[in-house]
C-alpha cells in the first residue's frame, strides 16, 4: 500500500547516475537461457520486472546471486522449459523467453505474459516469427507450446518491427541450424546491446540496429561477462522532469545518441540540453512554449515509454499541442488523473489534444501502469500542493526508486507507507 507523496515547486539541480536499461536487462536474462556457464551482468538494476525475470531463470533450473553491484547467474544446470502462467503474468519479458528455451532445449511451454496493459499486446507476430523456423505452436488454455525438435533457419517477415518478437525470432536462431534472417527488424538500441551480448558468449549475429538481421546458428554459447546500456527511458523521465520544474542537473551514464528524438524536441525551445561523453546537462527556466506536435514511433522516432512523461510537461507549457500515440492503442490511461490535477487534455481516439495550463494542482491520483504512472509523479512536482500518487508498484516494474532520484535533485517527494 506505498504511496509517493510529492509537494510541487522545486527546482531542480544536481548529478545523478542512470541506471541500466530495463528494457536491455529483461532480454539479455532471457537470453543467457541460451548460455550453458556463468554469465556476469554489470550494473545490475533491481527494478521490479528484473528481480521477476530472475525468479523466472531460478524456476527453470538457474542459479543467481549478486556480488557487489554485478549479477552472476549460473546457466550450467537448467532443466525446466516451462514458464507457469503465476510467474509470466509478472512480467512481459516471459514471452521472448520462448525463443531461447526453445533454442536450448527445443521445446518450451510458457503462459500468457504479463505487463503494462496498454492495449491489447498481441504476440502474433512472434508465433509467426517461431513458426517460419520450423517451430509447432499450440495456442490452448493460456499457455504456448512449442515444439521446435524440426527448428531450422529461415527467413522470417515482421508485417511490423515489433521489438519483442525481433527479440524473440533473434535468440531462437541462435542455437538452431542454418541462417536466419528477420527482415523488418525493430531498431531499437537494446536489439543491438542484445546482439553484443549473444555475440560475446559465441553467437554469430550481425545487422542489429538495422532493418535485416541475420543469425548463424552456432553449437553451444559459453560464459560471458558484460555490462547493459544505461536507461534511456529514465534518462528521458529526467531530462522531462528538469524541463519542467527549471534548474540545472547533469545525468552521467546516459547514452544521449539513444535520445535524439526527445533532444531534438526540448533543446532550446524547452530548455538548454548540453551533451558531453555520457553526460546530459539540462538547464531550464520552468515553463516555456509548448511543443506543437508529438507523434510516437519505432525507433528512432519519439518512444512511446515517454508519451506520459512528455504530456505531464505539455499540461503546463504555454499553448496547445497534439499528441499521437502510434504504437499501443489504449496509452492514454494517465490522462484522466493528469485532468484530476487539473490539466485540460481530450482525447480522441489515438490523438490527445493538451491545452497548457499555467498550474496543477495536487490531488490523489492513481499509478495506471509504469510509464503513466511516471508522468504522474513529473505532474506533481509542479502541481501546488501535495500530489499523492497510489499503486506504485507499476513504477517500481523500471524505476528503482523514483522518489530517491528525485529527493536527490531537490524534490520534496518521498514513499509513505498508507495501511
Ligand atoms: C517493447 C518494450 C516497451 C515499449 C515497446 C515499444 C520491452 C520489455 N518492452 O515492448 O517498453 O513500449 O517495445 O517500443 O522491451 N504487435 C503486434 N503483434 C505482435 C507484437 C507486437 O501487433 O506479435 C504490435 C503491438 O500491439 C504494438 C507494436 O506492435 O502496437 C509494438 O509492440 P512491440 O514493439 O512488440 O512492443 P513490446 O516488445 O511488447
Redesign the pocket.
Known sequence: MDKIVVKGGNSLSGELEVSSA??SY??ILAGAILCSGEVILHKYPKYDDVLNMIGILENLGGKSKVQGSSLILDMTCLNGFEIPSNLASLT??SIFSLGSILGRFKYAKVAYPG?CEI????????IKGLEALNVKVIDRRGYLTCDGRNMRGGDVHLD??????TENVMMAGVLTKGRTRIFNA?K?P?IVDLQNFLNKAGAKIRGAGTTTIVIDGVEKLGSVEYTPISDRIITGTYIIATSMCGGDVTLTNTRPDHLQALISKLDNSCCKIKVKGDRIRVISSGRHKSINKIETM??PGF???LQPQIMALEAISNGTSVIVEN??ETRFKHVSELVKMGAQILTEGRSAVIKGVEKLYGAEVAATDLRGGAGLVLAGLVADGYTVVSNIGQIKRGYESIETDLKKLGADIRKVEFL
Do not use: C, M, Q, W
Not at 160 to 165: I, N
Open positions: 530495463k528494457n529483461l532480454p512481459r519479458s505487463g492495449g491489447a499486446r498481441p504476440i502474433d507476430l512472434h511490423f518491427p515489433s521489438v519483442g518478437a525493430a531499437e537494446e519505432p525507433y518512444p512511446t515509454d504504437l499501443f
